[in-house]
């Protein structure tokens, strides 16, 4: 009996994902800016250098945006034919890679590119199933830093989303069939190792076969549904996702609020070197209003999302920069203890949508504490203070309640000295406009007593 146990941990080990990802990257979740969604294919050396640029001179790059990123379309027609290196299309990247990749480096950015786990990528150039140890090496040779890999014509080497793959259950010895996502990914990941270079590895698999469950193990950051689209809420039918369950396929336009009703469930999956990827930002584009833009930063930012950039930042309004630059904000998804927020409760409204409360552990005992209003219509919440106790926060304990969006002055911090039990808003008119998120940072009275060390210092 022994040997056959032992035969079977041996078979188990031997299905195990090897930890690819082990690159000590990512600690925290990547900052960056990515061409996708304002660009779309209609990009050249210019539109990256001017992005690049445009993070410097509006201070973006101080405070901690460190990626720039292409996406797709950077292709040439085919592969270098007798080496079959990957080439970029000369008319747009005239200069190559390599030197686009040394500009940006020389500005004190990092650089990162796009590939496909499949025959193409998504918008139909050569993707790297079956090259991913020259496509890693010539990345490494450009300077690449990042990797966003994508999932478009797998050539159906993918699992079935029903059964998730389980390291530890029976299913996934039986049946490899469920690994062939798994092994696409892994392949990629230790081509990257084997370079040498430290690359951010970004895996796009949009959810696919569970990736939440197994992608920490290869990947910094695992795309968990469709493609977000600049819309608040709502269910278009571009979006491919019904469900978490069923948010498996290529497809685009799903909407804030229910890419964060399906990460409620998969962001405790996260862990420092590699999170749930909420998708790139769409703050700026356009088609929302601020309200919406400043609950999607906020958001994406306290499920500790990668905080990926994606509009024109050489053009962008007042508001845009206000959203994007608080530090407050980038401070809560940057926390060393790398712990998403959880949402604790989420009430429907009679018009639609609802109410959600989310908190969050903070590094020196501090809690993060978001309250979102979904609906189309004003709202008056009150916050009993028993509903945030799970975390650090003590009996009889001062609280300095700190509002994240209305930083003006410290005028604005409050101080609660009240006792536990009894119901606590923090503000006994906390009023929420249709769309709008307030999001809190509370502080024990004798962390704050140490200094500002929950502020992010300029
Ligand atoms: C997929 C990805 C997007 C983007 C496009 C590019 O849809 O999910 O983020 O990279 O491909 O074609």
Not at 142 to 159: A, Q, R, T
Not at 390 to 397: A, D
Request: charged share 20%; proline share 5%; glycine share 8%.
């Amino acid at each position: 009996m022994l040997p056959l146990i032992l035969l079977s941990l041996q078979l188990a080990n031997s299905l195990l994902p090897v930890s690819a990802v082990d690159n000590g990257l990512a600690r925290t979740p990547p900052l960056g800016w990515n061409s996708w969604n304002r660009f779309q294919c209609d990009i050249s050396e210019e539109t990256i250098l001017s992005a690049a640029n445009s993070l410097v001179s509006t201070g973006l790059k101080d405070i901690g945006y460190e990626y720039v990123i292409i996406d797709d379309c950077w292709h040439a027609d085919s592969r270098d034919p007798e080496t079959n290196e990957p080439l970029p299309n000369p008319d747009t990247f005239p200069s190559g890679i390599k030197s686009l990749s040394d500009q940006i480096h020389s500005l004190g950015l990092k650089f990162g590119i796009y590939s496909d786990a499949g025959l193409y990528t998504c918008a139909r150039r050569f993707g790297s199933l079956g090259y991913e140890e020259i496509d890693a090496k010539t990345y490494a040779s450009w300077g690449v830093d990042y990797l966003k890999y994508d999932n478009c014509f797998n050539e159906g080497l993918s699992g079935n989303t029903s059964i998730s793959y389980s390291r530890y259950t029976v299913v996934t010895m039986l049946a490899p069939k469920y690994r062939l996502t798994l092994e696409r990914y892994e392949k990629m990941a230790k081509a990257l190792n084997a370079t040498g270079r430290p690359i951010v590895y970004a895996m796009c698999n949009w959810g696919e076969d569970h990736s939440w469950t197994w992608a920490g193990e290869l990947a910094n950051s695992w795309r968990m549904s469709g493609d977000i689209g600049d819309l608040f809420t709502g269910y278009h039918p571009w979006c491919p996702c019904t469900s978490l369950e069923n948010c498996t396929n290529f497809g685009a336009r799903c909407s804030v609020t229910r890419i964060l009703d399906w990460a409620a469930d998969i962001v405790p999956y996260s862990d420092p070197g590699g999170w749930a990827d909420l998708d790139m930002l769409e703050v700026g584009n356009g088609n929302m209003t601020k309200d919406e833009y400043i609950t999607h930063f906020s958001m994406w930012a306290l499920v500790k999302s990668p905080l990926i950039l994606g509009n024109d930042l050489a053009n962008m309004s007042k508001d845009t920069l206000e959203i994007i630059s608080n530090k407050e904000i980038l401070a809560v998804n940057q926390d060393p203890l790398g712990i998403a927020a959880s949402r604790v409760w989420q009430v429907s409204v009679e018009e639609g949508g609802d109410i959600q409360l989310w908190i969050g552990p903070l590094e020196h005992g501090a809690t993060v504490v978001a309250v979102v209003n979904t609906s189309p219509t004003n709202a008056t919440v009150s916050v009993p203070w028993t509903d945030i106790l799970p975390y650090e926060l003590t009996s009889e304990q001062p609280v300095h309640v700190f509002d994240l969006w209305q930083r003006a002055d410290d005028a604005q911090w409050g101080l609660y000295l009240g006792s536990l039990g009894s119901s606590f808003s923090f503000s006994s008119t906390m009023k929420l406009r249709s769309h709008e998120t307030k999001v809190y940072r509370l502080v024990p009275q004798a962390s704050h007593a140490e200094g500002d060390q929950f502020r992010v210092q300029a």
